[in-house]
DNA sequence: TAGATGACTCACA
DNA sequence: ATGTGAGCCATCT
């Protein structure tokens, strides 16, 4: 399950971002967003899977990353051309 | 080993 | 529009 995860996480492509929605629906749950958001809190690989790119349903970003927190989830997604305005994205645009 | 918790999301009151 | 309840899976206590 959570190498599922990690794997569809690996083919985001560069300045795209995903919901833990999108994720869960991949994986085969759409409920599992929770499950989801746990897998990637854990994930001990996180240089190897861009858990910066997961964000909320709204393109509101992670309340802790574990790469230095929102903050540096943030600078994460510019150094990637993504628009983080508020802690927040839009979807519309980097959404996949 | 079993029960509770959590980086979430959606549906209904 | 705001608030509550349910459903998933991995980890923690």
Request: charged share 25%; glycine share 12%; hydrophobic share 40%.
């Given at each position: 399950m959570k190498e599922k995860v990690f794997a569809f996480l690996k083919t985001v492509p560069y300045g795209k971002v995903v919901t833990y929605g999108r994720i869960a629906e991949v994986v085969g749950n759409k409920k599992a967003a929770r499950a989801v958001g746990n897998i990637i809190h854990t994930n001990r690989d996180f240089f190897g899977v861009p858990c910066y790119k997961v964000v909320s349903s709204k393109g509101k970003l992670s309340?802790?990353?574990?790469?230095?927190?929102i903050e540096a989830q943030k600078e994460r997604l510019e150094s990637e051309g993504i628009e983080v305005i508020a802690y927040k994205v839009d979807l519309k645009k980097y959404g996949s």
């Amino acid at each position: 399950m959570k190498e599922k995860v990690f794997a569809f996480l690996k083919t985001v492509p560069y300045g795209k971002v995903v919901t833990y929605g999108r994720i869960a629906e991949v994986v085969g749950n759409k409920k599992a967003a929770r499950a989801v958001g746990n897998i990637i809190h854990t994930n001990r690989d996180f240089f190897g899977v861009p858990c910066y790119k997961v964000v909320s349903s709204k393109g509101k970003l992670s309340a802790s990353y574990a790469g230095g927190g929102i903050e540096a989830q943030k600078e994460r997604l510019e150094s990637e051309g993504i628009e983080v305005i508020a802690y927040k994205v839009d979807l519309k645009k980097y959404g996949s």
